[in-house]
């Protein structure tokens, strides 16, 4: 019997307690090693800002360069990444807010669908508007326009809207940048534009405010671009919205600038 009991104490021994003690040792032994080369890391290494930054096709900043007031909360600012990335499209956009009557969507002699339809029909019918505003903003500001995304939407008194999220390539050209290693990235907001109208001004007129708008923010961009020797608008905003109980329509825009010094 006594020599079944050391019988299995050795088989656990061998099988259990040995590798465990192995385990055991060799995991405190990396421990210690991966602290030694942390310890040694931070001693010889030194922070580059270099690395802190976004670096891609056409951008306005040189390998050699890095920026600062780019970051906010550890985190890029959306207007140093579409500053950043020029090249990509969707690096920068226009939202834009439109009413629309679903009339102005018909084609000759059809009628307007019933009301459980309506906000269908309207859905469907709207994607030329995206197209016509890329042509707009084409006219000045942008070199070319697509359209991101498209949706509609109608409030209480039965008045219809298209939101759209319209990405460019900015026609001017950014300017001259300096060759300094350091640069500072800046940003400057336009003051609000703001346009009130009877509920009754749509259509065309309302097309042409947008296009006297969007000249606006593409000087202002120019007047920071000669003060400053570079800019780029990072974003813009034009809605129009309708006040049923005062008869009035209001459109409002503003525009988001940046710039390296």
Known sequence: MNGFIRLTQLFFF???????AISTIWYWYSIG???HEVNRYSETSEYDPRNDQIFARGSPIASHQYVTGHKEKNHYKESYRSLARASEIEARSISVTIPVEPKEFLKPGEALPSKENMDLFVSARSTPIGKRECALIEENLAQKCVVARSSTSSNRSGVYFVHL????FQKAPFGTVSEKD???FREAESKSMKDTRSSSFRGRDLLNLRRRYYNKIAKECD?????????AITSARIASQIWSRKNQLQTTARAEFAFLK
């Open 182 to 184: 350091e640069l500072e």
């Open 33 to 35: 090693s991966m602290n």
């Open 14 to 20: 061998l099988f259990v307690g040995l590798p465990l």
């Open 223 to 231: 007047f920071l671009r000669r003060r400053e020797g570079n800019c």
């Open 165 to 168: 999220r319209l990405n460019y």
